[in-house]
């Protein structure tokens, strides 16, 4: 790996540690944004997303532990992928209640888990590119995790779906997860630019991740609604097409129910910016404010004390 000067230290929050966080889905709905199951399926597409890649996350900084020569870095690297296990079995429960409310998401998983596994997988370069093919994909989390804080910011911060009566297990879900993006939001750029820190990678890993993210976004609602059980499109076809998948996005933006597209797309200039730090963008305090408050949260807070003084139950 390359030797490049240290990595950035504009905002240093605290130790990052997984929340053994736990939700109760026996009373939520499938369709979990009343009256409106096109705004559910368009951010359901995250729960079918999330197991895989998080997994694949984990598995890669796996890989790249051994390089990390900065020991508070390697501290937080570890903190992250124990945040992001977690999100993938709580993404992954979610999954499985859709299946006990009749909607199957396996076929477009499966599509997910090959994207991850097989196309960006280990053995999809030979074995004299390997450490080349470690660096892009430290350099497609990187990108990825600027989304992932963006949404999260998002969401920890918009009350559109508050007010359009959303189910508060899922606004919690959502939150929580969220919240530990903005956590966690310089991690895996600062790990990119230790080991690597190359311009040109970057550029085109997020110009790569940004344009694989809008279409399979896109894909994954058209999916969702097809699979739902339920006729929601009485008298025409049950698959959207992409251009009724953009008014239906805006139309949810409209409502505060989704961010903007717009909003979305302007940030890829932000990140190709060669000044750009994650610090820059979102609260740690913010993100740490609603942790502090969050159901789940909470749970795992109290959890977390009890098995520390003894006093909770075996498992």
């Given at each position: 790996?390359?030797?490049?000067?240290?990595?950035?230290?504009?905002?240093?929050?605290?130790?990052?540690?997984?929340?053994?966080?736990?939700?109760?889905?026996?009373?939520?709905?499938?369709?979990?944004?009343?009256?409106?199951?096109?705004?559910?399926?368009?951010?359901?597409?995250?729960?079918?997303?999330?197991?895989?890649?998080?997994?694949?996350?984990?598995?890669?900084?796996?890989?790249?532990?051994?390089?990390?020569?900065?020991?508070?870095?390697?501290?937080?690297?570890?903190?992250?992928?124990?945040?992001?296990?977690?999100?993938?079995?709580?993404?992954?429960?979610?999954?499985?209640?859709?299946?006990?409310?009749?909607?199957?998401?396996?076929?477009?998983?499966?599509?997910?888990?090959?994207?991850?596994e097989q196309l960006l997988g280990d053995g999809t370069m030979p074995?004299?590119?390997?450490?080349?093919?470690?660096?892009?994909?430290?350099?497609?989390?990187?990108?990825?995790?600027?989304?992932?804080?963006?949404?999260?910011?998002?969401?920890?911060?918009?009350?559109?779906?508050?007010?359009?009566?959303?189910?508060?297990?899922?606004?919690?879900?959502?939150?929580?997860?969220?919240?530990?993006?903005?956590?966690?939001?310089?991690?895996?750029?600062?790990?990119?630019?230790?080991?690597?820190?190359?311009?040109?990678?970057?550029?085109?890993?997020?110009?790569?991740?940004?344009?694989?993210?809008?279409?399979?976004?896109?894909?994954?609602?058209?999916?969702?609604?097809?699979?739902?059980?339920?006729?929601?499109?009485?008298?025409?076809?049950?698959?959207?097409?992409?251009?009724?998948?953009?008014?239906?996005?805006?139309?949810?933006?409209?409502?505060?129910?989704?961010?903007?597209?717009?909003?979305?797309?302007?940030?890829?200039?932000?990140?190709?910016?060669?000044?750009?730090?994650?610090?820059?963008?979102?609260?740690?305090?913010?993100?740490?404010?609603?942790?502090?408050?969050?159901?789940?949260?909470?749970?795992?807070?109290?959890?977390?004390?009890?098995?520390?003084?003894?006093?909770?139950?075996?498992?």
């Amino acid at each position: 790996m390359a030797d490049t000067p240290a990595f950035p230290d504009l905002e240093r929050h605290p130790d990052l540690k997984p929340r053994r966080v736990k939700f109760d889905w026996e009373n939520t709905p499938l369709h979990w944004v009343p009256e409106d199951p096109y705004a559910t399926h368009i951010i359901n597409v995250l729960h079918l997303l999330l197991p895989a890649g998080e997994r694949w996350f984990v598995h890669v900084y796996k890989q790249v532990l051994p390089y990390i020569r900065d020991e508070r870095l390697k501290a937080e690297v570890k903190g992250f992928m124990g945040q992001e296990g977690t999100h993938a079995v709580a993404h992954q429960n979610v999954l499985h209640h859709m299946k006990v409310q009749g909607l199957d998401p396996d076929p477009f998983v499966d599509q997910v888990e090959w994207l991850f596994e097989q196309l960006l997988g280990d053995g999809t370069m030979p074995p004299s590119a390997r450490k080349k093919w470690l660096r892009e994909r430290l350099a497609i989390i990187a990108a990825i995790e600027h989304f992932t804080a963006v949404l999260g910011k998002w969401i920890v911060d918009s009350r559109g779906l508050d007010e359009a009566g959303a189910d508060p297990v899922m606004l919690d879900l959502l939150r929580w997860h969220g919240a530990e993006e903005v956590e966690h939001r310089s991690v895996a750029y600062d790990l990119f630019m230790h080991l690597d820190g190359s311009y040109a990678r970057r550029v085109r890993a997020m110009l790569v991740t940004a344009t694989a993210f809008a279409w399979i976004w896109g894909r994954g609602a058209k999916f969702m609604v097809a699979a739902d059980p339920h006729d929601i499109r009485t008298g025409r076809p049950r698959r959207m097409t992409q251009r009724e998948f953009m008014a239906r996005f805006r139309a949810a933006h409209k409502r505060g129910r989704l961010p903007s597209m717009s909003s979305l797309v302007l940030e890829v200039p932000k990140y190709l910016k060669p000044s750009y730090h994650p610090s820059h963008h979102g609260s740690t305090q913010t993100a740490l404010d609603y942790l502090a408050i969050s159901p789940a949260a909470v749970y795992a807070a109290e959890l977390a004390a009890a098995r520390k003084d003894g006093t909770a139950e075996r498992a």
